[in-house]
């Protein structure tokens, strides 16, 4: 039960992004009136098996149905706006969001069938827009990608500060600094909550300038003998002006390669926010690569994360139609692997080593930056804006402890800190701030085609086949004398290899004939009959192998 | 065919650990003669499901079985000894090794029973031992394991020498320094080829050394207000003697969590290499841990990889039998996560700060160093020795590549340097070096009770079970009509999640009939039909779902 949410309080639910890392959804409400924060998606760890993507869980969108009024996007990363094509589906809401946010969601609408119904509207930066009784400010923020956005959102209660994802970047790739001039205003003015990214929180420092990164370019475009191959992420627009820039300084063409690159590249470049500063620099056809000279070319690419698919995976997999890695390439991975990808994104290099390309990456060179605000940074904001309480979000557990202690050392008050998780019901008043209930926000996985339908059952049935395998047991019962008719059939898989099993599986047959024989009552129930197979089998197979595959017993009754 | 030993060669083949990391294990061969350089494990990876651990394959060494002599160990390291349990039961030869090393081994194989057999012979650092035509010459190296040696082998085509893991430490908490002054003697009477540890190959500069982290416990002791538990390898005795050194100073007793942690630690105690300065600052007994004040309590335990059933993880877990996590507890992760490690980690982590702990680990804390050389420790090994031939050992294909470019830039002849992986056999001679052909390494896989079993077919149907689950389709089949005599029977187990799936797999059932009923020809052949089932119904399953589960149909004719 949602408990009532008073006049006097704006109520906030995160349906994902705090405690976790991604599908970032917040939404904020006051009294007959809601905005949805940032709608994105997740990518599913390790144990999710066979799941391709984790969209939040929509319950409580549902709930508050009526009082729905707008979504409101911060930047254009995945995991803040992914889930709107299926939100979409649910809840026809106008979309606030900055030019390139926008047109990065396009193609993804398009692809679903709703770009006609989707209501887009466009905003810039210190514009503010009215949604009910919210006066939704937009800032500029430095981050990863163009035209991010921090939000101040003025409402009857007071200012409600979300800096979405953002770092300090004083020389950035675009040249738009950070609106530290509205951030100081903001504080003057008074805030009355901050929601802050937490997500490097546990880094001391600052994160370095994007700037960094151009000198080392510099150096592996003036020495590099053949090809140049970067692979970083397709929504890491500035890096990819950073390459096109070095390119054209070391007389280089560039192609664009892997299908959300070739995308996010045509968005931006239509949009202005990518410059190439010669239009025949561009291949635009990589299957006419092989025809230039190849320390004449560039290659911009997916995969710096080591996805199967990705173009850079395929090079490394002698795979890809276009590009044969040859000695002489140099091969740049312009990332940095997300937990859980470490080792697919060490394998990718190690082949590329292997086929002779020089091969960059973090470790050794400083081909990338974070996108992340450090703890230095996390200290100025809030230094800056003095907000009276203060909420951590955006990031694992111990960011938002971490962020929790930089808050109090900087003098935020320790009582008005709340480290709330995802699904925490949280209402804000003029004095206080405290967790009233909690929603449900379960994973809502998305696996091939449908939404919802793979639940924790069958991923822990798929965790089960993944750690010994399966064996299937088919047993024709005479329900006249409880006998078997036919031998049992035994068949597994993942299980032991065949040859070596088979002694082990003509005893189990053995095993299973007596199980069911010893009983020696005509009709069995057939449930009796699986459990006793399940438990039998069970036990003899683990006093053989130590193991325990998911045992199917079939039992038809003739 | 393993090509023919020319007398006037030594050869080389390695078993394990080069072009990638762990189960070191390699053969040098002369003549008649031949010794084995260390016999490790390696954990399995993330896709390799199921697996506990991962041993060398032995092919090789049951070839020449007739000319091998000895093992011969460098450390006391899982991925160094690891195998010599499984390698015993085939190769009944003496093993060479330090004190601690066998002292490490020793309850090893105990547990498989071999201890009576086994001949173990003790060799100290600056010892020489003869092995048929080998003069085995052995120096002290620092590792993150005392009673770590180098070796030299002076054969008579000249002076091998193998680094084994190394770091410079020329402040290592046991007090024993690297042995430069043997490198230097062993430069200056000329090396033929050098084995050197590539692990770290990809890190400028140096690594720290040990002493580092002594600050920093110092720091963690002085502030910490309740319980301090620390978590590290348990064959990290250094980092375990400086959480006892810091207890000390600081007026805690110490408690060992965890099965190896306890071993270790009493053979690291029995044998010398862990002091502790008063016996009765020990807890003997987890069980009675509650009785002592919080504040004069430290725990040292195993999970510093987030390993399932280790002491952290179960702590973290509400699950450990005598210690309860509470707010005022500092948390010491000692530590780096190793690759495919890491979310496990964090998720432990997270778990912890969630109860309020304290959690310290290598991103906000220096509580952790390496136990490998970086780059320029790398230079002054080459340097010191200046072999006529180099071949880069332990790492991944790219540490080793690396390994070769820094070699070539402090003067090794680029064609006197070998980048040969695990299975190559390689002949080196008094002027040249060179692969002369390959061996069976394929994975062994330890799986439960079993060795080998487990091969790449069953773990390709792990992966495959895991991705999408399994449906089993039974159908009992009248031979003379080739008719269904009952509806198909379909059970699925990690497809989609069963009420949703009902009427899918309702429409399946008539699938597959229509399917085996079309050839209309009576007396079908089983397996005929098997292959229609599984291939129609997954068409029909993944046109409706995306998906590929493991079809397993299952005729029955009657």
């Known amino acids: 039960m949602t408990p009532h949410l008073p006049d006097d309080a704006v109520r906030l639910v995160s349906l994902g992004g705090i405690g976790e890392i991604g599908k970032n959804c917040t939404v904020i409400e006051y009294r007959e009136h809601a905005i949805v924060l940032d709608c994105g998606i ?296 997300i937990p859980g990808n470490e080792e697919a994104v060490n394998r990718t290099i190690d082949r590329l080593t292997r086929m002779g390309a020089q091969v960059l990456y973090e470790r050794i060179s400083p081909v990338h930056v974070s996108g992340h605000a450090s703890q230095e940074e996390l200290k100025f904001v809030l230094t800056t804006l003095q907000p009276r309480f203060f909420m951590p979000v955006h990031g694992e557990y111990r960011h938002l402890a971490e962020h929790r202690r930089i808050a109090e050392r900087v003098g935020v008050d320790a009582e008005h800190i709340l480290v709330a998780e995802s699904g925490a019901i949280v209402d804000l008043s003029a004095d206080a701030i405290e967790v009233v209930g909690a929603t449900d926000v379960s994973h809502v996985f998305v696996d091939g085609l449908t939404v919802g339908e793979v639940g924790d059952v069958t991923l822990r049935d798929r965790r089960h086949l993944a750690e010994d395998g399966v064996v299937v047991v088919v047993v024709n019962v005479d329900r006249h004398t409880g006998k078997c008719l036919t031998a049992p059939d035994i068949i597994s898989r993942g299980f032991v290899h065949a040859p070596e099993a088979e002694d082990l599986l003509d005893r189990a047959r053995d095993v299973v004939r007596t199980a069911i024989e010893a009983g020696d009552h005509p009709d069995p129930d057939p449930q009796y009959l699986q459990n006793k197979i399940r438990s039998t089998l069970g036990r003899r197979l683990f006093r053989a192998t130590r193991r325990r595959p998911v045992i199917l017993p079939i039992v038809t009754e003739v």
Chains 1, 2 share one sequence.
């Open 42 to 337: 997740t990518f599913p760890d390790a144990e999710m098996y066979g799941v391709d993507l984790v969209i939040p869980n929509f319950s409580y969108l549902r709930e508050i149905r009526h009082k729905l009024r707008a979504f409101v996007l911060t930047h254009g990363h995945e995991d803040h706006i992914g889930a709107l094509p299926f939100a979409l589906r649910e809840f026809a809401l106008p979309i606030y969001g900055s030019r390139l946010t926008l047109g990065i969601l396009t193609p993804k609408l398009e692809e679903a069938g709703l770009e006609r119904e989707a209501d887009l509207r466009e905003v810039a930066a210190r514009e503010t827009v009215t949604i009910g009784p919210f006066r939704c400010e937009f800032f500029h923020v430095c981050h990863s990608i163009p035209d991010a956005m921090g939000i101040a959102v003025h409402t009857p209660l007071g200012t409600l500060v979300h800096t979405g994802d953002f770092k300090l970047d004083y020389t950035p790739v675009d040249g738009v600094p950070p609106d530290v001039q509205t951030l100081g205003r903001l504080g003057n003015d008074g805030v009355q909550l901050l929601l802050s990214d937490s997500t490097y929180a546990d880094k001391p420092g600052y994160t370095p300038s994007e700037a960094v990164i151009a000198e080392t370019f510099e150096r592996i475009f003036a020495d590099a003998p053949g090809r140049i191959v970067v692979a970083t992420f397709s929504s890491l627009i500035s890096r990819v002006q950073q390459v096109v820039d070095a390119a054209y300084a070391f007389g280089r063409r560039v192609c664009f390669v892997g299908r959300s690159m070739e995308r996010n590249v045509s968005v931006a470049r239509a949009l202005g926010y990518l410059h190439v500063p010669d239009d025949r620099m561009i291949i635009e056809d990589p299957a006419t690569l092989s025809r230039y000279p190849a320390d004449e070319v560039a290659v911009i690419c997916t995969g710096s994360q080591g996805e199967p698919r990705s173009a850079l995976v395929r090079m490394a997999n002698l795979d890809h139609r276009f590009i044969d890695i040859q000695p002489d390439d140099t091969v740049v991975v312009s990332a940095a692997a």
